[in-house]
């Protein structure tokens, strides 16, 4: 049949607000949790990664947290900018072994700021 | 810039063809990892090379193939293509994927799009 695209989750703020954009991981056995960034004709740009080992790490104006009692990611931008509007990826690495560094991503957020 | 280099940027073939994306890593980077980013998959993790060494597979397909040289550049092969090939394909590079941080290193892309 004929294939359809992918109907991501939007997000919509007002510049200077926070924005709260979830993920939801599939791989229980993965370890380290990682946010990218993607503008439009960019390749995705690392923002901020986390352990299994931690609940919260901070960046510059980002924090990431992980539930893995639920299998939850978020990531919080503070003060956001319309510079921040891009497709953000949350992917994990399935766990260790032959596949670490293989990445899996989630399907994406689009986040749009208004000035 | 993310110091990882793709060509061609744009690519337009017909169908039946084959064709070869390259990809050069960021200085000191050792593995390389291909993504195949399409509308209705998103993006798909396809093959990873460690030093010139195949390290771990995705859902690639047989007609797709990489191999990464004693300069630690990278080929991805692409044959027998199909409509459904036309997508992004992104190279990404990482230091060792078993250091302390996954952190993959993205390039701009390769637009293939086949007719």
């Not at chain 1, 503008?39 to 893995?68: A, C």
């Not at chain 2, 998103?42 to 007609?63: C, S, W």
Request: proline fraction near 4%.
């Amino acid at each position: 049949g004929e294939s359809v695209g992918l109907h991501l989750p939007t997000l919509s703020v007002q510049e200077g607000d926070n924005s709260i954009i979830n993920c939801a991981y599939s791989n229980s056995a993965s370890d380290y949790f990682i946010w990218y960034k993607q503008e439009s004709g960019k390749g995705p740009q690392f923002i901020i990664d986390i352990r299994s080992n931690m609940d919260k790490r901070q960046g510059q104006r980002v924090t990431v947290l992980l539930n893995k009692t639920v299998k939850h990611l978020s990531l919080q931008i503070a003060a956001t900018q319309p510079g921040d509007s891009a497709v953000y990826f949350c992917a994990e690495n399935g766990g260790g072994g032959t596949s670490y560094g293989k990445l899996t991503f989630g399907q994406g957020t689009i986040l749009t700021v208004h000035p | 810039d993310s110091g990882v280099t793709q060509t061609p940027k744009h690519l337009i073939t017909a169908t039946g063809q084959r064709v070869t994306l390259r990809c050069s890593p960021r200085s000191g980077d050792l593995s390389v990892y291909w993504y195949q980013q399409s509308l209705d998959q998103g993006l798909q993790f396809l093959i990873q090379y460690y030093n010139g060494e195949e390290r771990a597979k995705g859902n690639i397909l047989e007609r797709f193939s990489a191999q990464q040289f004693p300069d630690l550049h990278s080929e991805l092969n692409l044959s027998s293509l199909e409509l459904g090939d036309s997508a992004l394909y992104f190279c990404a590079s990482s230091v060792d994927p078993g250091s302390h941080t996954y952190e993959q290193y993205f390039g701009p892309g390769t637009r293939l799009t086949v007719t």
